[in-house]
């Protein structure tokens, strides 16, 4: 600090040795100028530097400047930085008001910039700083009387200042020892001896000073003024801020060196200035931020406040220019907090409100509830827009930060403050009926809350219950979180807003699905008709979607419904994009690479790591039900025409894989396990599949694994009797029903339904003996003529039903001229119906999806659809 | 079997009069208390103009209480607003009655009502006398007087809501008068006009909860959960109804609205399906097939909704255990009983639900025990093989299925389909189908005039077949 200065004082003569050639042409030498410090100059000696190679008269205007500041600022701010005296601050000022020669002016301005200093490092004990500002000063005193020109009652009244408050420094280091750092208090020694010695010097002056203050001064007013011719230059002021800045006491150093004073009548100025530089190339941003802090400390009224902190948290957010960095988390607590403390101060004074739009209003005025016209202080900002703002950013250093860190988990933890904003605005908007940011800013909290297990939304909820600004939708006493889900998501329900309700339906499905409530969740999917909109919704919606709907496949494994796990999963891991659909990882395309663009931008839609889910055991659970679904059909089908009908081709296409593998080694990933256990159940050893199953690591991570493995073995006993029945039908004539109740460890009744079901279906050409409790096979083996008839009556069905399914596509609205032709008769008829049924259903489930995808890629996303296409 | 019991369910979608036979059914059987009931009935009585049912209710409940004053008053006013609308209404049937007016009147309601006014100065507001002596007749248990008035109110009216409202009026009446041929008519209007027109369907001014939703797809998705429980009165009253409510039922737009608003319509729905088993003839694949139909929305609905006659259909066609399906039959069959629309038809259901079961169990099985079948089917052996002896004979596997007493078992040998036989069957609809697609290339014109019909239908429920695909949204 010191050193800044001293270079400040030594470049100010500097400069002054330019500009003042004529009238002081021998001081120069003297004090030899570093000139060294020419590129670390500030602002403020710039000024007169360039006043001094051009013009003369900005000098004058500095000076003049500096005198009407002096006015403005009246006489508080002297009494600040000058304690010890008090009366003499008003004379003092005209003293230096009177001062017009111009190299006169400066001397003196010097001098007090000096005492200034001196004062704020007498404010913060700091000795070295205040020793090498009095050397200086001392001998800018004596290049005054070198000029013979009078001591300045400046100089007296800051050495008698000085020496009060040494000896209180002295008496204050003697009671508190160790205090001090050794450079500090050897610079407080060395001072005492110095003072001491000029003070002997001055001692005329500083007698007469202190019998008779004014005396003295006005003495070297009648001094002054004799030589003096007072300047009459008054050009407007440059920058009111800037005027402001240099005189004023010194909280903060500006970027010029310049100290700046923050005061409650000089806030609005400074605001405007802010401003004004935000968004320049060379604002400095953390600057702006300081200053705005000491703003906010300064500010009295509510409305000052306000207007700061509507300011500051914008400009904390700001700090950050790159869309991809996050704001620093610090700026990102703090900005919380303000916005906190706005909601607070809104709260409470209804009188104020911010709103977006407004009239224009001064933006320099005072202004109350009384001033205005209704009562009502209308300020232009968005609190709503904070929030959002807060939210993303929160989500975007979650992105950034490496999640299995500890300052992952610390972040975190920030989570719950955010929360806790989050309902203060909602509550706020309640309180002001504002429907609008109402509608987003509970979207807000839903999607806080909707994937976090009970446990977490309980402790987030009592974070919020525990504040004094609660929003009306709260945890009940219950703790039920459906409950609250349920409410905020009938909000939103009846928002005007189409994207808010479309996500808030996806967020209750998901929590749905989450809490194993599969039918509920199903059904609401399906009642909600969002499959059909969904194409064209915007990205994060769609992942949105994405993530619901494999939640409920999920959701359905959990249950045990393997059937509609297998079908719900299957679209997703059809695309072998699993990652990248539900933004949780970037694919590796093979053959396209991004561009930067698409890359940023894939990139800022990641989710955080903890909302994610996980992948592998999401494969897990796909494979798991593509295996019990899977290999009982394997098994069934005997012609390879019939082999292409798979359902799920990346299971068939791991299912190769593996066939494939000459050795094969004990398991060790999750898919090692699933090849291996379809296997086993192909050989119909149950059990060995059964323990291959459960013994994937993965299922840890499921919420009641146990239950989930108990019912997996279950279903493996099951499949694997009808693995065993279809494989090994043709082998038998008569199978005992208790010899496969025994081998599958399944009671005789279950043996007994499963083979009655596969009867009843068809699926087995088999009836059972009641008296001899067996199953008796009645299999007819097919001719080749035989074999190709069927399979030529099949090819033509499909040929009809693609003509159908043509015509269905030329005029628009399916089946509607098929019902009409079912005016015909009998087994005709319902077989149409029948098979329309099964060629909506495929087309439903599968064709609708494939095809509109390869649609919305070819519009929107270029040419990455062959790509994926050659992957499948 | 009280928590069998649909009755309270179903009260909310029931007009206040209607819930009389339901509840006078309650205190037949002894489900529930019969002072509850009663005060119940007396509760709902209070809020008619049934003025001297409510005070034999009132004595009959609390027999050593005075009759409240109100009741006097009450009555009497009732028989002076009587009069009032009556004298209103004269009027206008004196003019309608007469036989030349009634030659005049055409199929178009606005000239009708030009005609009325220029000739016989009959105006709108007289018109609607009609409907409100109707209506208040109906409220005082005038049933017959009430859909007399109500139906010529409908002819001439051109208010929608109106219209509407006395549509639900009419059936009403029908159904409390016991008239089933003209209620199904009207049903069938009620259920055309609710289908047509989207909004504003809901019977306002004779239910009493009215849904003051605006959401058209919403007020239709009310008025079919309404439709759905009154038509119960008519199709197990009507000879032909439990066909009809199959084919109605079926239908998407109401099996949707069954599975979004009301599950418990189900077990109307399996019994009725049950119930038509043996019809055969003139019905539509729909009521053949219902069975399975139903089965699988029973399946999907399982998580909402479960009684005894579900899970009977559930253990038979989905579990196949004979042994839990036969425990669920005994219950059903009480259940069935104490239903105020099923219990007549207790024999004819356990009857067929023998059926299903032996037929399911037959077309499984190559040899049973005839003991094993008497029991599943809860007769006993005798009676048990004089029932099988009946179905052998009735069903077409007559030919394959042979007793054989020595060993007590039936034997049934059925041989393979041929494989001629399938390729027939999997080919025979392929000429028709065609047929059917040249016809729709020829007309593609007139389809597209239909497709704004198509569309109107809101889809208020659940397309069952559908599974959710995931979207591929990320990039």
């Known amino acids: 600090m010191s050193r800044f200065f001293r270079q400040a004082g030594d470049s100010d003569s500097d400069s002054e040795s330019s500009s003042e050639e004529e009238l002081m042409s021998s001081d120069d030498e003297g004090t030899k100028p570093t000139t060294t410090a020419k590129p670390a100059m500030s602002r403020f000696l710039r000024t007169a530097g360039d006043s001094s190679s051009s013009d003369s008269d900005s000098d004058s205007e500095d000076e003049s400047d500096s005198d009407d500041d002096d006015e403005a600022q009246g006489s508080k701010k002297k009494s600040r930085f000058i304690r010890t005296s008090d009366s003499e601050d008003d004379d003092s000022d005209e003293d230096v008001k009177r001062v017009v020669k111009s190299a006169q002016a400066k001397r003196l301005d010097e001098m007090e910039a000096s005492g200034k200093l001196m004062d704020n490092a007498l404010k913060i004990n700091d000795w070295v700083a205040i020793s090498s500002e009095f050397d200086k000063l001392i001998r800018m005193v004596q290049r005054q009387q070198n000029v013979a020109e009078p001591i300045p009652p400046f100089f007296i009244r800051t050495l008698t200042g000085l020496e009060t408050s040494l000896n209180s420094a002295l008496a204050k ?23 001491k010695k000029v003070t002997k010097e001055y001692e005329n002056d500083v007698k007469q000073f202190q019998t008779d203050p004014e005396k003295f001064e006005s003495d070297y007013l009648a001094l002054v003024s004799t030589e003096a011719q007072p300047q009459k230059v008054k050009k407007v002021k440059k920058a009111a801020g ?17 100290a700046m004073q923050f005061t409650a009548e000089g806030i609005y100025k400074n605001l405007q200035l802010v401003q004004e530089a935000r968004g320049k190339k060379n604002t400095d941003r953390t600057e702006q931020i300081r200053i705005l802090e000491k703003l906010l400390e300064v500010a009295v009224t509510n409305y000052q406040r306000i207007r700061v902190l509507l300011a500051l948290v914008s400009c904390r957010f700001d700090n950050n220019s790159s869309i991809s960095a ?14 906190d403390q706005l909601i607070a101060i809104i709260a409470e004074n209804p009188a104020y409100s911010i709103q977006e739009i407004t009239e224009d209003y001064d933006e320099l005025a005072e202004r109350s509830p009384e001033t205005e016209k209704d009562g009502i202080v209308r300020i232009r900002g968005s609190i709503i827009s904070f929030v959002d703002r807060m939210d993303d950013e929160f989500t975007k250093s979650l992105q950034n930060i490496d999640p299995h860190g500890t300052e992952y988990v610390d972040r975190l933890k920030d989570e719950k403050g955010l929360y806790c904003t989050i309902c203060r605005s909602q509550a706020l908007y309640e309180k002001l009926g504002q429907d609008e ?20 939304v309980s402790a987030l909820e009592a974070a919020v219950a525990a504040a004094d600004f609660t929003p009306s939708i709260a945890l009940d006493s219950s703790n ?29 499905i998901y929590h749905y699905a989450l809490h194993n409530k599969f039918h509920t969740a199903r059904d609401m999917l399906l009642m909600s008709h969002l499959q059909e909109s969904i194409h064209s919704a915007d990205v994060a919606t769609q992942i949105l979607y994405n993530r619901t709907v494999v939640q409920l496949g999920l959701s359905a494994f959990r249950c045990g419904l393997i059937k509609e796990s297998q079908q719900t999963l299957q679209d997703i891991f059809g695309t072998q994009r699993v990652k990248e659909l539900l933004a949780q990882g970037v694919h590796q395309q093979r053959y396209q690479v991004l561009s930067p663009e698409q890359e940023k931008a894939e990139r800022q839609r990641q989710l955080p790591f903890h909302m994610h889910i996980n992948t592998e055991l999401l494969e897990a659970a796909f494979l798991v039900s593509s295996m019990l679904v899977e290999i009982p059909l394997l098994a069934s089908i005997d012609s390879e025409e019939q082999k292409r009908k798979t359902i799920s081709k990346s299971f068939r296409r791991l299912m190769d894989f593996a066939d494939r593998q000459v050795f094969t080694g004990p398991p060790e990933s999750t898919r090692d396990h699933i090849m291996q256990a379809s296997k086993a159940l192909q050989d119909g050893e149950w059990e060995k599949c059964r323990d291959l199953i459960q013994d994937i690591k993965i299922w840890s991570l499921m919420p009641e694994c146990a239950s989930v493995k108990e019912m997996l073995a279950k279903r493996i006993q099951e499949e694997g009797l009808r693995t065993y029945l279809f494989t090994y039908a043709p082998h038998y004539s008569t199978l005992s029903l208790s010899l496969l109740s025994r081998t599958f460890s399944l009671s005789l009744r279950q043996v007994t339904s499963i083979v009655s079901k596969m009867i009843w279906n068809e699926e087995l050409s088999a009836s059972l003996d009641q008296a001899a409790s067996v199953v008796v096979f009645h299999r007819i083996e097919l001719s080749r003529s035989q074999q190709l008839s069927q399979t030529l009556a099949d090819k033509v069905n499909a040929l009809v039903e693609q003509n159908e399914k043509a015509l269905d596509q030329k005029l628009g609205q399916a089946t509607s001229w098929q019902s009409r032709g079912e005016g015909g008769q009998g087994d005709k008829r319902e077989q149409t119906g029948e098979r329309r049924r099964g060629g909506e259903r495929s087309r439903g489930a599968r064709g609708g999806a494939r095809g509109g995808r390869g649609a919305r890629f070819a519009q929107g996303l270029g040419n990455q659809m062959s790509g994926a296409q050659r992957n499948r | 079997m009280a928590e069998y019991d649909l009755t309270q369910t179903i009260i909310p979608y029931y007009d206040r009069h209607l819930v009389f036979p339901l509840l006078a059914h309650l205190s037949e059987s002894d489900t529930f208390p019969v002072e509850q009931v009663q005060a119940a009935q007396y509760e709902l009585a209070k809020g008619t103009n049934m003025v001297d049912y409510a005070v034999s209710l009132f004595q009959q409940l609390y027999a050593d209480q005075e009759v409240p004053s109100e009741f006097a008053a009450k009555r009497e006013g009732a028989v002076s607003t009587n009069e009032r609308l009556q004298q209103e209404a004269q009027a206008v049937l004196d003019v309608i009655e007469n036989p030349e007016v009634a030659q005049a009147l055409r199929q178009d309601k606005m000239q009708n009502l030009q005609y009325l006014k220029e000739h016989y100065n009959v105006t709108l507001e007289q018109i609607n006398a009609l409907y409100n002596f109707g209506k208040f007749q109906y409220t005082y248990g005038n049933y017959s007087g009430a859909a007399d008035y109500l139906y010529h109110f409908r002819v001439l009216s051109t208010d929608a809501d109106l219209t509407m409202s006395s549509h ?49 797809a919403l007020m239709q998705l009310h008025s079919r959960t309404w439709l759905l429980h009154w038509s119960l009165f008519v199709y197990f009253n009507h000879p032909e109804g439990r066909t009809l409510l199959l084919e109605t039922f079926l239908t998407p737009t109401y099996l949707n609205t069954i599975q979004t608003s009301c599950p418990w319509i189900l077990r109307y729905l399996a019994t009725a399906a049950i119930l038509s088993r043996k019809s055969t003839g003139t019905t539509s694949s729909r009521v053949r097939h219902s069975i399975r139909e139903i089965v699988r929305v029973i399946q999907m ?9 579900t899970n009977f259909l559930k253990e038979l066609y989905v579990e196949f255990d004979f042994e839990a399906a036969q425990k669920d039959l005994s219950k059903a069959e009480t259940v069935v009983a104490n239903d105020f629309f099923l219990g007549e038809f207790r024999d004819e259901f356990l009857d067929n639900a023998r059926y299903l079961i032996s037929e399911a169990y037959c077309r499984i099985h190559q040899r049973i025990d005839i003991g094993d079948l008497s029991d599943r089917l809860n007769l006993d052996r005798d009676e048990g093989e004089k029932w099988i002896v009946n179905l052998i004979r009735e069903t077409r596997m007559g030919a394959d299925a042979k007793i054989d007493l020595e060993k007590n ?57 559908a599974q959710p695909a995931v979207v591929e949204g990320a990039r």
Request: charged share 25%.
């Open chain 1, 242 to 258: 800037d005027s402001e800045e240099e005189d004023d006491d010194f909280t903060t150093v500006g970027k010029g060196g310049k």
């Open chain 1, 326 to 339: 996050h704001v620093p988390i610090d700026l990102w607590l703090a900005a919380q907090k303000e916005v």
């Open chain 1, 173 to 195: 280091e003697k009671e508190a020892k160790k205090k001090m750092n050794a450079s500090n208090a050897r610079a407080l020694t060395a001072m005492k001896q110095k003072v």
């Open chain 2, 409 to 465: 078992v039936i034997e049934i040998n059925r041989p393979p389909q041929p494989i001629y036989q399938t390729v027939i069957e999997k080919t025979r609809g392929l000429a028709f189908r065609t047929q059917a697609l040249g016809a729709a290339m020829v007309r593609p014109q007139q389809q597209q005039q239909q497709q704004p019909q198509q569309q109107q239908q809101p889809q208020a429920a659940i397309t069952t077949e």
């Open chain 1, 437 to 456: 940011p109402l509608g987003r800013v509970v979207m807000r909290r839903l999607e806080h809350i909707y994937s976090k297990p009970d446990a977490v």
């Open chain 2, 301 to 309: 609905e399982e998580y909402q909704y479960q009684d005894p006659v």
């Open chain 1, 480 to 508: 039920d979180i459906t409950s609250l889900i349920h409410s905020l998501c009938t909000f939103l329900y009846r928002s005007h807003n189409s994207l808010l309700r479309t996500r808030a339906m996806l967020c209750h």
């Open chain 2, 168 to 216: 639900w009026g009419k059936l009403a009446s029908d159904i409390l008068t016991g008239k089933w041929d003209v209620a199904l008519e009207e049903l069938n209007t009620l259920r055309e006009a609710i289908d047509s027109r989207a909004p504003s369907a809901l019977p306002g001014a004779f239910s009493s909860p009215s849904g003051s939703t605006s959401d058209p």
